[in-house]
């Protein structure tokens, strides 16, 4: 997968969220940052995550969006079980995913950080598709921003230990990094 000197990945979906700002100067790209979501919780295949962070999404659908009402949350790229990338944020912009986060000592991770969401859940087993888009286009990531390392790709509960679980007990790690080390 290419991406552009402005952060924007060639030949995926690109939606026009607007739920992002620019990251503070003289700050560099430097953490991966993987997340899971589905909407409902559990389900899979829906219009609901596009619609949050498209900022459109109806909280009267379901008893569990209620939380959701004014929530303003984005990630640079949605990967569906399908394995389908679709980028919400180009990765030159600040995508709103971390929250309150710190990282080896640095806080506000949304500064430095691309935030990548699976859609799936703690329990559920991802979709080889979801594992083999996630390595594309993380090598790509590592290519175009180098300060990205393997040892700085991390889970959000990495991140916001106590507050976050994501990607969760079902996110193979040593066959991410596997498939990664092998795809360079």
């Known amino acids: 997968m290419k991406i552009d000197l402005n ?3 060639r030949n995926v979906l690109k939606r026009g969220c607007n739920h992002f700002d620019e990251r503070p100067t003289n700050v560099d790209i430097s953490l991966l940052v993987i997340h899971n979501i589905s909407l ?20 009267s659908a379901h008893s569990s969006f209620t ?11 949605f990967i569906k079980r399908t394995g389908e990338l679709i980028q919400y944020v180009p990765f030159n912009k600040r995508a709103w ?18 935030g990548i ?25 590592m290519l175009r921003y180098p ?8 889970g959000h509960c990495d991140i916001a230990p106590g507050r976050k679980t994501d990607p969760g007990n079902s996110f193979n790690w040593q066959l991410f990094f596997n498939m990664l080390e092998q795809s360079s």
């Open 97 to 114: 995913h971390a929250g309150l986060s710190e990282f080896n000592g640095e806080p506000a991770c949304n500064n430095f950080s691309i």
């Open 67 to 77: 939380s959701l009402e004014g929530v303003r949350v984005s990630a640079h790229c």
């Open 147 to 154: 300060k990205i390392t393997a040892s700085r790709i991390v």
């Open 40 to 59: 409902p919780a559990g389900q899979f295949g829906t219009s609901f995550v596009d619609d949050l962070f498209m900022g459109n999404i109806n909280c």
């Open 117 to 141: 969401e699976l859609e799936g859940t703690d329990t559920t087993p991802y979709t080889l598709a979801q594992y083999k888009t996630l390595t594309r286009i993380s090598g790509s990531i």
């Open 7 to 9: 952060g924007v990945v």
